[in-house]
């Protein structure tokens, strides 16, 4: 009786993820057909087309303006931005089930941080083409970070409290503090840098590259198979250690490949398009109330409602509204409100 | 020392930093017994279950699990053989009754497979037996705490091990879902030949119901054996500093231990 039901579930799985890969497509459509140019849906395809089969023929007709819009400025800057949404929503996943706490999110250990800092480096050393060097140091930093939250949570001599999930949260709150004690410190010092310094920590999507949509996702795709290889070892750690380790997890291994997987993540979002806030919180939280806990179901969903949201909110700010704002002050003040009330909701149901 | 089948831990010592915990004990755990451990707080019985589970690894010494070394033994062969109903249940995460019990069949489950018949067949066997499938699809975040500790007990039932390590696993449960949960395990051991161990804190009901009993007091074994044997006013003045009287009871069948009204001022920490 109970084997048609997991059928089932394995079947409803299968369609959510079908219909959310729909739903981005279509996201993309629309978004890559919007902006100060319109451009319709069928020229954007044939376009598409044309570049992939390399046959011009295709896009006969179509102006070459339109080619360079949709080819060189478009497209890179939605799939760089979907690619970053999946990638901060399955870092999210991970580290909510890591820290055994649905409220954590890819930057409570400081990762973002640990960015921020290495790219006011890179800024206020003015290292020349910053296109590569302030990415670079973003994610040197966030790399670094991460290595040292290990480092202190692996406390000595006691070995049965290391990489526990407070021991995490504790060190990842440390040094998150310094480490922003030390941006604030940047800021002071930077005199008239400070501008660029505080436009990059809001994060953006403009003039991104083919080359950061390829990284990113490489990460991604990594960091998938990773996350989908481990779901079910996730299952078990998120309901406590103990619990996970006499079910047969080897669970501190497990622990660290998921927070490496997942801090890469969150590194290589940051370092591509700034500190972007509430989707790697929001997304897990909301995908969870229709696939359940179930991290099988959680990873792949989580990734492509990431991608459609993140998407949406970087189409609103550069199509819609009547001056580009900052994404991630866009995402905080979408993704705020909408916290407290699933937050609100979620207590009183 | 020690039968092929046996579990035991041999001359093991272990501390929490400077604190040593469990100070070089020597325990054998036969097949097809219920043993009882039973001390005051903090005298290191759920460290001694972590160390027997291979959750936390002894300072010196070694556990044998079935003539293997238990640090050389993978963690999936561990949880074939031994299952730990811990004390946490605080579970944060609304997984399904159902989905927590299959959790069980874990090790037994190959990477990216669904569960087979077997493990659904076993998941709602061991559902009906304790008592928890009318809430089988209800969250387990939503249950009280006494049920979800019985969910859990499903779910180390469900892994169906020959070593059953409890700790305090009827601490928040009423009398009749206690009395029926260790009326499931004594026919396990009846029944499948397996190894209860359990961490109790009614003295009472150790008695009644296991086969030996394991006193420990900071970290060392005091006295084990048959309740009859080692169950003494003196054992438990020496444990817990508390004057108490033992008896035989004809009703209960077994030693019982009785607490007097006015030891309550006698108290000294």
Sequence with gaps: ???????????????????????????????????????????????????????????????????????????????????????????????????????????????????????????????????????????????????????????????????????????????????????????????????????????????????????????????????????????????????????????????????????????????????????????????????????????????????????????????????????????AIIGGPIFCWIFKKGHTA | MGGIMNLSIQNVSFSYDDEKVIDHVTLDFQKGNFYSILGPNGCGKTTLLDILVGHLNPNSGQVILEDKNLALTGRKEIAKKIALVSQNYNINFPFTVKEVVMMGRHPYIPRFSPPCKKDIDCVNSVMEKTGITRFRNKKITELSGGERQRCVFARALCQDTSWLLLDEAFSNMDISHTLSLLGIVKNEIKEKRRTVISVFHDINLASAWSDRLIFIKNGRVEVAGKADDVMTEKTIKNLFQVQAKVEYNEYVQAKQVYFGVEMRSSFKP
Aim: net charge positive.
């Design chain 1, 1 to 331: 009786m109970s084997l048609p039901v997991a059928a089932i579930s394995r079947k409803r799985t299968g369609s959510l993820v079908l219909l959310f890969s729909f739903v981005l497509f279509g996201i993309i459509l629309v978004s890559a057909s919007m902006g100060y140019v319109k451009i319709g849906f069928s020229d954007i395809l044939r376009i598409v087309a044309s570049e992939i089969s390399g046959n011009a023929t295709l896009a006969n007709g179509i102006s070459e303006t339109f080619r360079v819009i949709v080819m060189e400025v478009r497209l890179p800057r939605i799939l760089a931005c979907a690619a970053v949404g999946g990638s901060l929503a399955v870092s999210g996943v991970l580290f909510q089930g890591i820290l055994l706490n649905p409220l954590a999110d890819p930057y409570t250990l400081g990762v973002s941080a640990g960015a921020a800092f290495g790219a006011c480096i890179a800024i206020l050393l003015s290292l020349g083409a910053a296109i590569v060097s302030v990415p670079l140091f973003a994610f040197a930093g966030a790399c670094l970070t991460l290595l040292f939250v290990i480092y202190l949570s692996y406390t000595g001599k006691n070995s049965s409290a290391s990489l526990s999930s407070n021991t995490l949260i504790l060190s990842g709150i440390i040094v998150g503090a310094i480490l922003s004690a030390g941006i604030s410190f940047l800021k002071y010092t930077a005199d008239e840098q400070v501008a660029v310094i505080i436009f990059w920590l809001m994060g953006s999507f403009a003039s991104k590259t083919w080359f950061d949509v390829v990284l990113t996702l490489l990460f991604l795709g990594g960091g998938f198979v990773t996350a989908m290889f481990f779901a079910r070892d996730l299952n078990l750690v998120s309901l406590g250690e103990r619990s996970a380790t006499s079910l047969g997890v080897d669970t501190r291994k497990v622990t660290l490949i998921l927070l490496v997987t997942g801090s890469l993540l969150a590194a290589i979002s940051v370092s591509v398009s700034g500190i972007i806030g509430f989707v790697g919180l929001l997304v897990p939280h909301m995908v969870r109330f229709v696939t359940g806990p179930d991290n099988r179901k959680l990873v792949p969903v989580s990734m492509l409602v990431g991608a459609s949201l993140l998407l949406c909110a970087d189409t609103i700010t550069r199509a819609v509204l009547p001056h580009e704002i900052p994404i991630g002050v866009l995402t």
